[in-house]
């Protein structure tokens, strides 16, 4: 009984032990908290979490942002709602023109900041792959 007890308590430890950082609505560094107040104003946050140097914001319209340490987004997902215009806006013209042209009434759902440029999903589930510069790359 006492050596299942300790097996336990071990088991227990081993994320605090091993420098795991998850916090649970952890403070957001001030660059992100400027994001949301541009793009996300009016819509309540739900819950922040930190793990291994990232900040997951959930909000409460079903948004969800990661940020890095420094709070700079890396991924913004509306699951199947369109992402607002502002953060559209933040893209390469080219990419939305492209996209625009290619895939009229096809909202943009995600983006994500991968080495390469961006990543972008469309409510039809295509992914599009785009330089920083918004040339396009191809598909997911």
């Known amino acids: 009984m006492k050596l299942n007890v300790s097996i336990l308590a071990i088991l227990l430890c081993i994320p605090f032990l091993l420098g795991a950082e998850y916090q649970r609505n952890a403070a957001l560094p001030k660059k992100a908290e400027q ?3 541009v793009h996300f104003k009016s819509t309540p946050i739900k819950e922040i979490e930190y793990d291994d140097g990232k900040y997951e914001v959930k909000l409460r319209s079903g948004h969800e942002i990661e940020f890095d340490a420094g709070g700079n987004w890396i991924d913004i997902e509306g699951e199947y709602s369109p992402l607002p215009k502002s953060i559209i806006d933040l ?17 943009i759902v995600q983006i994500k900041k991968k080495k390469y440029g961006y990543k972008i999903d469309l ?3 295509a992914e599009l792959m785009f330089s920083f510069n918004g040339d396009f790359l191809g598909k997911d």
């Open 91 to 107: 893209l390469p013209q080219k990419a939305t023109a492209y996209i625009a042209n290619n895939y009229p009434r096809r909202p």
């Open 123 to 125: 409510s039809n589930s």
């Open 35 to 37: 994001f949301l107040q």
